[in-house]
């Protein structure tokens, strides 16, 4: 986002841990001012707050269950109290299943759990946090939205069916909101992450160092970091892409690339 006189604002939902806290941390490099939400662990949340302010930013705290009507908005309003217009919303609180069922197997508990956090909730943050964006006066260019979705946008794991839904979900939500907001001045981007090294993938680190090191699944052979994908959005917020919106930025070593 271009320089301006007085600080911009972010909220980075799910920034407690993982890519959440390096986007937040990122961000705080570039001043921006930052909410940081978090669900449970308000410890991890103090942490990010810390790294965010050592980085150069300001930081608020923020509880809310992003799959929560009443927690969205008061996370919106909280954020608002504290620091004014929003610039910035980078939807990236997500959860995986707590079982790994076979498709067969998936069941509505868990089916709707997941689309809650994972899709419905960035659904209607997005739509109040642009009503908001729309609303304010002498906004700078460069305001966006950015989804971090995954792989399993497009990629099949039938033992995380909800998962894989929740995501191609957000593909068209990115989309979307895109088209609808152009007008307004408002950029919409999907950052699509493939394998990052996470509290999230730990219980798979054999299968995938077999698949990445060994068998090459990504032509970029290395695990990807979370510091990867919030080099991504720190692009975005600094405005470097203007004449750009639904686009899908791939950080993902490649393996979006079809190959014989």
């Not at 610039?87 to 509505?108: F, K, M, Q």
């Not at 698949?211 to 990504?218: P, S, W, Y």
């Not at 990807?224 to 975005?236: E, F, K, L, M, W």
């Amino acid at each position: 986002m271009p320089p301006s006189s007085t600080p911009c604002t972010a909220i980075v939902t799910g920034a407690s841990r993982g890519i959440g806290r390096a986007i937040a941390e990122a961000l705080g490099t570039l001043g921006f001012n930052i909410a940081i939400n978090y669900h449970a662990n308000a410890d991890a949340a103090n942490e990010s707050a810390d790294r965010v302010r050592s980085a150069g930013g300001q930081a608020l705290i923020v509880q809310a269950d992003i799959g929560s009507s009443p927690d969205r908005r008061r996370l919106v309003d909280q954020t608002g109290e504290a620091f004014g217009d929003i610039h910035l919303l980078v939807n990236n609180a997500g959860i995986a299943p707590r079982v790994r069922a076979d498709l067969l197997e998936t069941g509505e508990e868990s089916f709707d759990a997941v689309l809650e956090t994972n899709l419905k909730g960035p659904f209607f943050l997005s739509q109040l946090v642009a009503k908001r964006m729309i609303a304010a006066r002498n906004l700078p260019p460069g305001c966006a939205i950015v989804n971090i979705n995954s792989i399993s946008a497009y990629t099949a794991s039938i033992n995380r069916g909800e998962y894989c839904i929740a995501k191609a979900g957000m593909a068209m939500m990115t989309k979307l909101f895109a088209v609808r907001l152009a007008e307004h001045g408002i950029n919409v981007f999907e950052v699509r992450p493939g394998i990052i090294a996470t509290d999230m993938t730990a219980g798979v680190q054999e299968k995938y160092d077999k698949l990445i090191l060994e068998q090459g699944i990504t032509p970029i052979r290395r695990w990807g970091h979370p510091q990867d994908v919030a080099r991504a959005v720190a692009a975005i917020a600094e405005g470097r892409l203007p004449f750009s919106t639904g686009e899908v930025i791939n950080v993902d070593g490649g393996f979006h690339l079809h190959r014989l």
